[in-house]
C-alpha cells in the first residue's frame, strides 16, 4: 500500500463523513427524521517485518440513532393525545350549546312556564293565552334546535368517520408499499440498513396512530405487521386490510367500521375495539357522550309533553269544552329499528311507555333466541334485563310485547327517547283551547242552615276522566251527621253516608271535602263549570309541574334532569381536557426523550462539519506531502 | 443531556403556545365577567347555577303573581269601602224612615233615594276589573253576576236577587306553598247572609188585625238555641193578654200572660223576643232559623215597606217591625262586608310580607348565582398581568436562544 492509497481512504471517509453530515443538516426539520451517523473502522493492516502497518480507514455504514422503546413511547403517548383532542372538539360543541345563557334549554324553559303562570294568573285573557301558546312554540322550536344540533354533529361524526377509515386505508397502502421497498432494499444489501425508509414507514406508523391505536410486529424479512383492536391486522407484510365505514346493521345512522380483508370478506368491528386516535375519539364521544345526551334530552321532552298533556286533559278551555292534548306526542314513542340482517319472519316489536318516570336514557337492545323467547339488553351498562324468556315484560317504564314470532337471532335496537325532542309538536293553535279552568264547580246552597262549607274540588288525576264527571251531583244532608249523594254516575245514588269533615267525597272521577256542621236538610251541588273563564286551577297545576319531580323516578323536575346532562357533559368535557393535558405532557415528554437521542442538532453538525473538513483537509496535504516524497525521489535523477 | 435543534423549536412553541391558551382563557374571562365560560369549566357550579336561575325565576313570576294578586284585591277592597261608606247612609235612611212623625210624603221621598241606593248597590256587586271581568262572580269572570228590580224582589215575597256567577274563588300561586284567593264570590259577600238576629228571625202574620210589633229577638245561649230540635215556633194570642207558643206540629209547649216590652222566653232555647203594643187576639207572630237574605232582597223590603205606607194602627206596626227587621239586617249585611275586608286585609298583609320573603330569597338566590358563575375582578386581573408578563419572557427567551448557532461563526 501506499501512501496515496491511504490517504485516499481518508478523504472518501472523511467526504462520505461530510455527506452524511449535510444529509442530518438538510433534515433537521423533517417529520420522523432520526440523525444518521458514520461508523467509522480502520482498514486490515498489513504485517510487514516491522510490525503491522495500518492501511487507513473505511465507512463500514451509516446507521440511524434509534431507539426501538423510544419510538413506541411516542406512539402511544400520541395516540392517547389524538384521541382526547378529537374527543375534545366534539364534546366541546355540546358544552357550549346546553349551558348557553341564551342558546341552552334553561331560558325557553323558564319562558314557558312564567307564560304558564302568566296565563293562570289572567285566565280569560286572550293575550295571555296567546302568550302561553307563543312560549310553547319557542319551547318545542328550542327542543328541536338543540336536537337538531346534536343531529348535525352526529352527522359530522359519520362523516369523519368515513374520512378517518379513508384516510387509516392510505396508511395501510402505504407502510404495505414501503414494506415491500424495504424488502427490496434489504436484499440488495442485507446489512446495510435503508435508514430514510425505515425512518419513513416509522413516520407512517407514527401518523397512523394518530388515527388509531395500532401497534407493529417486526417480522424477519424486515417488513412490519400492523395491528389495531384486539388484533385484528390492518397491514400484514406487503398486503394492506382495508377498513370500511358503512351504516350499521342495527342502525342506518349509525356509520361503524368494517375491516376487509384482502380476499374480500369484512366484519363489523365493535366500537370497544376502536380505541385511540382521532377515529377513536369520535367512537367514544359518539357512544359515551352524544347518545346520552340527546337521548336525556328527548326524555324531558318526552316527559314534559306527557305531563303537561296528562294534566291538560284534567281542565276545561274557554269554550267549556274538555282539555284535549297540548303537546302532539302522536311521533314521539320509542324508535324501534330492526336489523338489517334479521331474516323472515321478521316480527313486530311495540313498545310503549308505561311510566314515564322510569324511563332512562339508554338504548336496548333485543333479541330473539326464537321459541318466543328473547333477550334484553341495556347498551349504557350491557345489563341483561330479560335472560332468555317470553314478552311481554314492562322494564324500565316501558311495556315491551312482540308479535309475529320472529326468528332466532333476529335483533331489534330500541331507542325510547332518541326522538322525543325532534318530534315533539304543540297540538293546539287556538288560544281559546287552553284548558285552564277544572271542568267542575261546587256549590253551597243559599239556603243552608249549618256551617258547612264545600272546598273547591278537584278532577282526580286518572285518564281517561270518568264519562260522568259534568254531571251534577247533589249532596243533601239528612242529619247533622248523614247525607244522601244523588245524580247521575256509579255508585249513585247513594244513602245514608256518614259525615265526616273534611273527608274526601269521590265520584264520577272528582274528590271534593265537606268542612264545619252542615245542618238536616242542607244542600251542596257539584256540577259542571259552565262559563267558568276566569277559574284558573288546572292553569295553577300546569304551572306546578316546573317544580314537581316526575323524572329519575320521582327525584327530578324537568329542569334539574337538564342540569344532570349539563354536568354530565361538563364534567366529562373536563375530564377530557385533562387527560388531554396530561397525554400532551406525556407526549411532549415521551418526544422529547426520543429527540434527546435522534434529533439532529445543528451546533452538533456544525462542529463535525468542521471536524470532517479538517480530516478531509488533512488527508489531502498528506497526498500533497507524498507527491513532493515522490518528487524528491524524481530529482535524485536528474 | 443531548439537546436537538427541533426541541428548542418544538418546545418553544408549546410553551408559548400553552401561555397562550391560559392567557386567552383569562381574557375571555375578564370580558365576560364569567368565571364559568363552558359548563367543563365547573360542571357542579354550572349545573348549580341552572338551577338557582330557575329558583330565581321562579321567585319572578311569584313576585309578577304577587302584583296580579294585589291589584285583584285593592280593587274588590276599593268597591268593599265604597260598600261600607253606603251601609251607614242605608242605616242612616232607614232610621230616619222609623221616626214616627213622617208623612207620607217623606216617606216616599226616603224611598225616592234608596231605589237610586238600590241600583248604586247592583252597581258596586257588579263591578268588573279593567279586562272586563267581573269581580264577584265567581269563576265566571264574563258573567254579569247580579240582575233584579226592587219591584221584581217585592213582586213575590221569597223573590230573591239572581245571581247568575258561582261559588268559586280564584286563586293565584303566591309563593311556593301558597295558594292565595283573589276573589270572593258574589253570593259570599252580598247573598250569604243570615238574616233576623243571626239565629233566627222573626215575622208578623199579614192577617193580624192587633197593633203588636215584635222586635228581632235575642239569643242569650246559643249552646241552648242550637241544641233546641224544633225552631219554628210562633207565637199565638189567645187573647190580648194571654199567648201560647206552639211548635211546628202546634203542639202548644208554653203559654203566657202578655205584658207589652216583657220578654217572651223560648222554652228551653235560651232566647227570648220582645213584643210590644197591643196585640189582637188571634194574632201570630213567627220565629224561623235564619236563612240567607241577600243585602238587596233587605233593600228592597225596606223600600216596599216604605211605599206601602198605610197609616192606620196595624199597619203602622207592620211598618215599624220592617224597620227594625231592616235595621238588623243592615247591621248584619254590613258585618259580613267588614268580615269580607277584613279577609282581603289579611291577605293583603300576608302578600306584604310574602313579598319582603320574597326579596331577601332573591337577594340571596342572587348572592348564590354570584358566587357561583362571577368572576373574582380582582384575582383575574392579577392573572392576566402576570401571565402576560409569562408569555413576554417566553417570546423573549425564545427569540435569544433560537438565534445561538455555532454556524453564526462560520
Redesign the interface.
Known sequence: MSIFSVALTGLNAAQVGILTTNHNIAN??TEGYN?QQIIQSTNTPMFTGAGYIGQGTNVLTVRRIYDQQLNEQVLAASTGAAEMDSYLAQ??QI??L??DPSAGL?PA??SF??AV??M??????IPARQGMLSASQALVARFQSIDQRMTEIRSGVNAMVTSEVTAINSYAQQIAEINERIILAQAAGPNQPPNDLLDQRDQLVAELNTKIRATTITQSDGTYSVFIGNGQPLVIGTLPYSMKAVAAPDDPERIVVALTSPNGSSVYMPESMLTGGSLGGLIAFRSQSLDDAQNALGRIALTLAQNFNDQHQLGQDLDGDLGGNYFDTSLMGATIRSNANNVAPAGTVTVAISDYGALTTSDYRLTSNGGGNYTLVRLSDNAVLVNNAALPATIDGMAISVAGGPAANNSYLIQPTRGGATNLALAIGNPRDIAV?API????A????GTGG?S?GTVNPSLPLDANLRQTVTITFTSATTYDVTGTGTGLPATGLTYTPGDDITYNGWTIQINGAPAANDVFTIER?????????NG?LL??L??KSTMEGGTANY??A???I?????????EV?ITGQAQQSLL?QA??TR?????????EE??NLLRYQQAYQAAAKVISIATTLFDEILALGR | ???????IF??GV?NINKQWSQLLHLQQQVASGRR?L???????A???A??V??SS??L??YA??QQ?ATSALGLAETQLTSLNDMFARLKELTVQAGNATLSASDRQSIAFELRARFDELLGLANAADG?G?YLF???????KPFAGTVDQLNAVASQ?ITYDG????????VS?TR?LEV?DAG?DVF??IKNGNGYFATNYAGTNNGSGIIDIGNVTDPAAWNALADKNLSINFTSATTYDIVDSTSTVIASGTYQSGVPIAIPAGGASVIITGAPASGDTFTIE????QSVFKTLANLIGALESGGSSAVESAQYSSEIGFALANFDRANDNILRVRSMIGSRMNELESLDSVNQDLQLQYQQTLSNLQDLDYAKAISDLTRKQTDLQAAQQSFMKISQL???NY?
Open positions: 433537521t426539520s440523525r364534546i366541546g358544552d357550549n346546553l349551558a334553561t324553559l323558564s312556564f312564567s303562570q302568566e293562570a294568573a289572567n285566565p280569560a285573557s279552568a264547580r261546587t256549590s253551597a243559599l239556603a243552608n242552615t264545600i273547591a263549570n259552565s262559563a267558568g273563564v276566569a277559574d284558573n286551577r295553577v304551572g306546578a316546573q317544580t329542569l334539574s337538564y342540569s344532570t349539563v354536568a354530565q357533559i361538563g364534567n366529562k368535557a373536563r381536557e411532549e418526544q422529547s429527540d434527546q437521542l435522534s434529533g439532529v442538532n445543528l451546533d456544525a462542529a | 443531556m443531548r439537546i436537538s435543534t427541533s426541541m418544538d418546545t408549546a364559568i363552558t359548563p367543563s369549566d365547573d360542571p357542579v354550572a349545573a348549580r341552572l338551577e336561575t330557575q325565576d321562579i319572578t313570576q309578577t303573581n296580579n279586562q271581568q262572580s265567581g269563576f265566571m269572570g264574563s258573567t230573591e258561582d261559588d268559586g274563588q280564584r286563586r293565584l300561586q311556593a295558594m276573589s253570593t247573598m250569604r232559623p235564619s236563612s240567607s448557532s455555532l454556524f462560520f
